[in-house]
């Protein structure tokens, strides 16, 4: 493509990205130019209801006033020191989010990836600090089916096959078990075992909700043998599901709880592991860090992300607004559908092979209005931004049921 060429339409635009840009994603044919709530509109200006959320980061929904200003006044102020030196805003998100999720400490990086590395890190330190793991010999369980992210350590446990072939050699040091069975995570459990890690819900896997007790039964199995229970709420968390993190459903506190995404409400990379003294309080000064983590401009939006979840009680408008959601599309008659699942505004519907994928019916549903994603080849995933309202959602339940029905 001619460099010189002024982008001006979506096709200018797709161009100009598949020309320069390395093909790690497959989007689908939309460029999207300006957001508010939970609507998108595309260069051309045509509207469409966002059904992904960019996977939860945007809970809160597009372009929150309440967090942009918070934005917009600190990075008139100061955007960045390192942690090299104290800033005014690290102290209070610490109190913020250890008073909105109920632990001792919080430590902030930046992406989701960042804080699955961070909780590993930690988990392997407290296991040869505290538990008396052999050096270099700490094992940690995680389930088939897992997404925690795209680095090399993270995809050495992963069970999808491209996320990890020719990237090797890969970490050591991981133990896989079948998702939602806690009869194998005590089987698999030896002395050398620090942790568990495990998502509440499967978003990646394809909306995949584990058994009733599965959360709790796996908690009290980590307890007896002192193994922590680590939860990736990077996309289940912050009111996703319906309550302020997907372990609640279960009364099951995590011993690290991972949080990503909706921390920032879309507008910052912001993410955290918390955990109490006895366990976060095993890193030392030097023992690990990010230049942007914790920075002044992410923790003052971050305050303001999470005051939003609070204050406009967006867990009761997901679980209120999903149980109905859940319940209108089981309802809809298609020869198509094998299974509808979810909890909350996290929601799946898994086709039956002779759909022919998932893709196409997310083609069908962008030409309709709604930007959803496949995942699994199978799987439609539906996760608007926790702000939606009842006429939304029954405007989106015409068109999906339409997209359901077709040939």
Not at 39 to 62: F, I, K, P, T
Not at 169 to 175: E, M
Not at 196 to 207: A, M, N, S, T
């Amino acid at each position: 493509m001619n460099a010189s060429v002024v982008a001006s339409t979506s096709a200018d635009l797709i161009a100009l990205e598949q020309c320069y840009g390395a093909r790690n994603y497959h989007p689908l044919e939309v460029v999207i130019s300006r957001g508010e709530g939970v609507w998108v509109y595309d260069v051309e200006g045509r509207r469409y209801l966002d059904c992904l959320s960019a996977y939860s980061a945007l809970n809160q929904g597009h372009c929150h006033p309440r967090i942009r200003q918070a934005l917009i006044e600190q990075a008139q102020r100061l955007t960045l020191t390192s942690r090299a030196f104290y800033n005014d805003q690290l102290g209070l998100f610490y109190r913020d989010l250890c008073q909105f999720s109920g632990y001792d400490m919080a430590l902030p990086m930046n992406s989701g990836a960042e804080a699955v590395e961070t909780a590993i890190k930690v988990a392997r330190k407290w296991g040869y600090e505290v538990k008396g793991v052999p050096l270099n010999q700490a094992e940690i369980i995680v389930c088939a089916g897992n997404f925690h992210g795209r680095t090399i350590t993270v995809v050495s446990f992963s069970t999808e096959r491209q996320y990890k072939e020719k990237f090797g050699p890969l970490t050591p040091g991981f133990v896989i078990i079948p998702y939602g069975d806690a009869a194998a995570l005590e089987a698999a459990i030896t002395p050398n075992t620090v942790a568990f890690l495990v998502e509440p819900i499967q978003g990646e896997g394809g909306v995949i909700v584990p058994p009733p007790g599965y959360l709790r039964a796996a908690a009290d199995i980590c307890r007896r043998h002192n193994v922590l229970f680590m939860a990736d709420e990077i996309q289940t968390g912050l009111g996703r599901t319906g309550t302020r993190f997907a372990c609640d459903h279960e009364d099951v506190r995590p011993d690290v709880l991972i949080l990503g995404k909706a921390l920032s409400g879309g507008f910052y990379p912001v993410s955290a592991v918390l955990a109490d003294r006895p366990v976060l309080g095993v890193l030392q000064p030097g023992d690990h860090g990010s230049t942007f983590g914790g920075n002044p401009l992410g923790a003052a939006v971050a305050r303001a992300a999470l005051a939003v979840i609070r204050d406009e009680n967006l867990a009761a408008n997901a679980a209120q607004q999903g149980a109905y959601w859940l319940e209108r599309l089981h309802e809809i008659p298609s020869p198509y559908v094998r299974e509808v699942r979810g909890r909350g505004l996290l929601i799946g519907i898994d086709l039956k092979p002779e759909a022919g994928g998932a893709r196409r019916f997310c083609e069908a549903l962008m030409r309709e209005g709604i930007l959803a994603k496949d995942t699994r080849e199978t799987v439609i995933r539906l996760a608007p931004p926790l702000i939606i309202t009842r006429s939304e959602v029954d405007w989106a339940l015409e068109r999906i049921a339409r997209v359901l029905r077709m040939s």
